[in-house]
């Protein structure tokens, strides 16, 4: 009786076993096996990503507070005409008729007074008259150029009508010097600027003083040069009075 009451137990706990595994135990699922069903090609290729990516992120449309374009090309303005410059006097172009320079030293003084007197045709001294504040102020700085490195003044330009001529006149001081009785005059600053020599180019030699013609730059060209009176000429290297290339020299009343 013992046994059996034991084998029925025994019995009962297998059984239970195995309806509570069978219980727990994960039912199988079927999955069905995919097919493959080929796409017939096409004319037209499938859409990229980027094209995709253009869809899916539109462009936000203009609104009225974003900058309106500026027009590439700018109207012209109209430049300011501008005003006529006076024409230049003809005068530094144009050669004059005739010119004398000449310098004066009176006697007993150190003091050489310069001139420049230059004569036109009536075209040009026409247009002179017309222009003779500009006229002035050229001729007083052509003469400044010519005693560069003088002491000079008393600056002036004076014309005449009846001759058509202008004449440029100044004071230039310290070339002379005196001794006692004796004068010493320096001329290089007059001769060389116009290529001349007082013996090279054969000045005339008088008791009053040296002088030239000739052409220089193709216009017709005099220069004298006058001292205080003698007795005898101005001759090259003479002794009390005479000159060399350049200097002249002279003896005073005693």
């Known amino acids: 009786m013992r046994n059996q009451k034991i084998f029925r137990h025994l019995f009962a706990f297998l059984l239970a076993t195995l309806i509570l595994t069978a219980a727990c135990a994960p039912t199988p699922v079927s999955v069905p096996t995919p097919t493959y069903t080929p796409v017939p090609p096409t004319s037209t290729p499938p859409p990229t990503s980027t094209a995709k990516v253009v869809e899916e992120t539109p462009v936000p449309a203009l609104t009225s507070t974003q900058t309106p374009s500026i027009p590439t090309t700018t109207p012209a303005k109209a430049l300011p005409t501008p005003s006529p410059s006076p024409s230049p ?7 004059p008729v005739r010119r004398i320079i000449s310098t004066k030293v009176e006697a007993g003084e150190t003091v050489v007074h310069y001139r420049g007197k230059t004569f036109w045709d009536e075209a040009q001294f026409s247009w002179i008259m017309e222009h003779k504040a500009d006229f002035e102020s050229k001729g007083i ?3 400044k150029r010519v005693t ?18 202008t004449s440029l006149t100044c004071e230039v001081h310290g070339v002379v010097s005196k001794r006692d009785h ?25 008791t009053e003083g040296l002088s030239w013609a000739g052409t220089i730059e193709g216009i017709p060209t005099e220069i004298l040069c006058e001292f205080p009176p003698q007795e005898v000429p101005y001759a090259a290297w003479g002794q009390p009075i005479g000159h060399c290339h350049g200097h002249v020299w002279w003896t005073g009343t005693k």
């Open 141 to 143: 700085e052509k003469l």
């Open 148 to 165: 560069s490195g003088e002491e000079s003044g008393k600056y002036a330009v004076e014309f005449d009508e009846a001759e058509r001529s």
């Open 182 to 206: 004796s004068f010493y005059g320096r001329f290089l600053w007059l001769i060389t600027p116009l290529g001349l020599d007082f013996i090279g180019d054969h000045f005339e030699e008088t």
């Open 89 to 95: 006097l003809p005068t530094e172009a144009i050669a």
